[in-house]
């Protein structure tokens, strides 16, 4: 367990991922499968010198402004425009995956604005400013609606969680598009009571990834947009072989809880009961 200060925006975190050539390379079945699609995208990306470097910086800018305009730190009012993107969206680098359709979108939105900058537009400390772009946003979460790529949650609240707090979840998921389903057979997530839990406050983090000597790392209780890269020599631990999540998953009520205190559908791993308090039949 280690202390620091977390933040949710690309641009932000103190290892530039997007700069780095491992990353860049990853772009291009993204930037593949958008050229053979897109036309008008790829009459634009012929005019870039290094079209995966500009598309892996679009991409970290992107992120930068949804942590901007719909984190944790934003206003109520903005907040209250989306939740912010999945991050795993922005990690899908498969032809025709979440990464595709939100450069796709942001592309569509820039070409025809002949003045339109990424850089110059969205990188600012007036949060004003960006928000004159919001509409973007709402173009890219609907590109990935359209796509079949962004699901709403369905989630059902357990009997036994009391009347109130109930209310209280079932106005939280409304607010975030999620859908209150009443029988846990629709629910892609089915919610239960917290229990109490001597540890929810400590930083704990489990490796996800590994790349020369940095390790990336996902924070418990943060959503996924705030996972970082470290120095191999600061964290322990392997990268755990990745675990099929049930296509039903049971989370404490502390899921929905920080859903609303980040803007951002959380982690479920973070809140998933283990083994020995598991209710499920």
């Not at 892996?56 to 009012?77: K, R």
């Not at 993107?85 to 922005?90: I, Q, R, V």
């Not at 990424?118 to 946003?137: G, M, N, P, Q």
Request: aromatic share 10%.
């Amino acid at each position: 367990a280690m202390s620091k200060s977390k933040v949710g925006g690309s641009l932000k975190k103190k290892f530039k991922e997007y700069e780095q050539p491992w990353h860049i390379l990853k772009f291009e079945p993204v930037r593949n499968w958008i050229t053979e699609t897109e036309d008008d995208i790829k009459v634009f990306l012929d005019t870039v010198a290094d079209q995966n470097k500009y598309l892996s910086h679009v991409t970290a800018i992107l992120d930068q402004c949804s942590e901007e305009l719909f984190g944790a730190n934003a206003s109520e009012e903005d907040r209250k425009l989306m939740t912010r993107l999945p991050a795993k969206h922005f990690r899908d680098f498969e032809p025709a995956g979440g990464l595709c359709f939100i450069l796709i979108a942001a592309l569509k939105y820039k070409i025809p604005k002949k003045d339109f900058n990424f850089e110059k537009d969205l990188v600012k400390t007036d949060r004003s400013a960006i928000r004159a772009h919001a509409s973007l946003f709402l173009d890219i979460e609907q590109s990935l609606l359209n796509a079949g790529i962004l699901r709403r949650p369905k989630v059902a609240l357990s009997p036994d969680l009391d009347a109130d707090e109930r209310a209280q979840l079932r106005a939280i998921v409304a607010k975030h598009h999620g859908v209150v389903v009443s029988s846990k057979e629709y629910a892609t997530h089915v919610v239960i009571p917290d229990i109490p839990d001597d540890e929810a406050e400590a930083d704990y983090c489990r490796t996800i990834a590994v790349q020369d000597k940095m390790v990336q790392v996902h924070w418990w209780y943060f959503p996924d947009s705030y996972d970082e890269w470290k120095s191999a020599k600061e964290i322990q631990g392997d990268v755990p072989d990745p675990e099929e999540l049930p296509s039903r998953i049971q989370v404490y009520a502390r899921f929905v809880r920080d859903l609303d205190k980040f803007n951002e559908w959380m982690n479920e791993e973070d809140y998933m009961p283990t083994g020995e308090e598991d209710g499920e039949e």
